[in-house]
């Protein structure tokens, strides 16, 4: 019989022994089992890597004994400027402030995935324990508290972990859920002494503090903005340390607020799963966001203990986009039933100029309906114009929003930024930032926006410029851009569809005399993109991004790894607050060639 096998018979026959001593007198015997049985799983394990090409129990037996298959743990690949991948990053900075290598935080996933039960056996229970008196060090680009413990079985370890809602300064009471080869999830569950940073009486939402969606309600809105201008100097820091290095990364600018730090987002996707097994809903699931693990330091029932939260009211979402969804809950509550699968309701802010001559409701688009009364709820606002707003639920509606006096219509499931009230702000600055520097008002200027959308940037910069042309990959959207040109009497714009690097095969326009915008999603460029862009020479760049881990590494890559890259000097680097209350950060960072 194989080592492990031996093993892993003591192990289930001190474990079981451990689990029928019940009387408190025994409760220091009943341990002393549970940690022989702890270190029998970890020889299991020291004997498998021992005998890495072996299975265990599969030397020749004497008499047939069961197979037993060690599980394995399996690490999936992540994108290093994911929000996974960034937070290893986050982790080695700081075991690099606390003099700790990974292998000092190393942790032994191997012991839990074979323990009794992952969940209960005596290793997950050594784990995966409540612990007290931890002080939050530091916060994450993904808004969580970071701190280090003590490594419950190895005690010459520590361990990283991770947790949501903690801020820097905080001395917490967590509960650790889950384990990870360098980092340990958990849960707050009490804050015994606030961080100076804290100011509760700030949070605005009943759901705070359990919904994944904001993570920063207990922080003065300077303070957020402040955490902002970090990330963006800490994306910079992890992805472009070349460039830092070389000290060719200029001071990152102040991020810039939002006009609205409450109400601002024009989209909300509240959604809810079908419970495995279940061919029918036999009761309304909850209808809302995800629950960020199971924390009880606000001690609060709202929305339920679900990992999606019961949720009617959300207070960074628009006035009319509330109203949609307290209608879409009440239409819920009767027809959950015909769900076959959970299921995302789309809620996105759709703007109407009034004719005043005319009377409102026959005006109304199709839009989310007040089940009470059958009537589309809308909502009256006067700006220059007289408004109406309505919340449209059908992915394949046309919405219209209105920037700087410019008309914007796409698809409601399209992509479109979701704040409209910093739009203004962010459509000024890239068209500022576009101006080639000594350049006259009457030289030609051309500009190419790549990943142009339903034409935003475009839009909004094609006054004063002779030629824009812009790329989308999104059939869909380019005929928006192209319609979107049309509305708003713009003759001197051209749309293509197609991956970004396309673009290079239609430029006819002199690379001194052109600007270029890049707006790519989460992931960034790819270096076929940004090969091609170095190969074209535009005069300056603004890259606008939605993560900024991927920006800087795209702009080390593209000064440093790119032909002409290295002509290229960055001017600046901002944040944009698109997202109060939450840990997001727009970039913008501009580009010019020397
Ligand atoms: C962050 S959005 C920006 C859109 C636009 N600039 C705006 O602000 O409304 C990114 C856009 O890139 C498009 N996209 C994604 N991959 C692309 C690619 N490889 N080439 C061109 N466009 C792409 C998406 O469809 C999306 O519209």
């Not at 999936?76 to 982790?91: C, H, R, Y």
Request: with cysteine.
């Amino acid at each position: 019989m194989s080592i492990g096998v031996e093993l892993l018979k003591n192990f289930k026959y001190i474990h079981n022994l451990a689990s029928k001593i019940s009387s408190n007198s025994l409760v220091r015997t009943r341990s002393i089992l549970r940690k022989m049985a702890t270190d029998t799983i970890v020889d299991i394990q020291k004997a498998e890597l021992k005998r890495p090409s072996e299975n265990v129990g599969v030397d020749k037996p004497q008499r047939r004994t069961k197979k037993i298959k060690l599980r394995k743990y399996k690490a999936k690949k992540v994108d290093a400027t994911s929000p996974l991948g960034v937070l290893q990053s986050e982790i080695d900075a700081l075991l690099g402030e606390h003099n700790l290598s990974r292998e000092q935080i190393t942790n032994d996933v191997i012991a839990i995935l074979n323990d009794i039960n992952t969940q209960t056996g005596p290793i997950a229970s050594a784990y995966h324990r409540e612990v007290s008196n931890i002080p939050i060090l530091k916060i994450t680009a993904n808004g969580s508290g970071l701190a280090l413990i003590d490594n419950p079985v190895e005690k010459s370890k520590k361990q990283v972990v991770v947790v949501p809602f903690g801020l820097p300064g905080d001395i917490t009471t967590i509960k650790v859920f889950k384990t990870h080869p360098h980092y340990v999830e958990s849960d707050l569950l009490e804050i015994t002494e606030k961080s100076p940073m804290r100011k509760d009486e700030l949070i605005k939402c009943r759901y705070f503090g359990k919904c994944s969606g904001c993570q920063f309600q207990s922080l003065s809105y300077e303070q957020q903005l402040e955490l902002k201008k970090n990330t963006v100097i800490n994306a910079y820091k992890f992805f472009a340390p070349e460039l830092v290095r070389l000290g060719v990364v200029p001071e990152i600018g102040d991020t810039i607020e939002s006009p609205l730090q409450f109400n601002y987002r024009t989209k909300l996707t509240p959604h809810f799963d079908m419970p495995k097994k279940l061919k029918q809903l036999e009761m309304r699931p909850p209808l809302g966001f995800g629950q960020n693990g199971r924390p009880t330091w606000r001690h609060t029932d709202a929305g339920g203990q679900g990992s999606i939260l019961d949720i009617e009211e959300c207070v960074i979402g628009t006035e009319i986009i509330n109203k949609g969804m307290s209608n879409e809950r009440k239409i819920f509550e009767t027809n959950y039933t015909k769900y076959k699968k959970g299921a995302t309701i789309l809620l996105r802010e759709h703007t109407k100029v009034l004719d005043p001559t005319q009377d409102v409701e026959s005006q109304l688009d199709e839009g989310s309906k007040d089940p009470e009364t059958g009537c589309i709820s809308h909502l009256e606002v006067e700006l220059d114009k007289k408004l109406v707003k309505t919340c449209v639920t059908n992915t394949r509606q046309v919405v219209t929003e209105y920037i700087n006096g410019f008309t914007f219509q796409f698809s409601a499931g399209e992509f479109f930024q979701n704040n409209n009230s910093i739009l203004p702000k962010v459509t000024k600055y890239v068209c500022d930032n576009l101006k080639i520097p000594g350049s006259q008002s009457d030289d030609p200027h051309y500009l190419v926006d790549a990943y142009c959308g339903s034409g935003l940037f475009s839009i909004t910069a094609s006054k004063g410029v002779d030629k824009v042309i812009g790329v989308e990959v999104s059939a869909d959207s380019v005929s928006f851009a192209e319609k979107n040109a049309k509305a708003n009497g713009i003759k001197n714009c051209k749309f293509i569809v197609g991956k970004a690097e396309k673009i290079f095969a239609s430029i006819d326009t002199p690379c001194d005399r052109t600007s270029v915008i890049l707006d790519p999603p989460r992931k960034g460029c790819d270096d076929v993109f940004l090969k091609q862009l170095s190969d074209y020479n535009p005069s300056r760049i603004v890259y606008i991004s939605c993560n900024v881990h991927s920006q800087a590494r795209d702009v080390q890559y593209f000064l440093q790894k790119t032909e002409n890259g290295k002509a290229y000097k960055i001017e600046s680097i901002r944040g944009f607050d698109f997202f109060p209350q939450t840990h997001h950060v727009e970039s913008v960072c501009v580009l010019t060639r020397a």
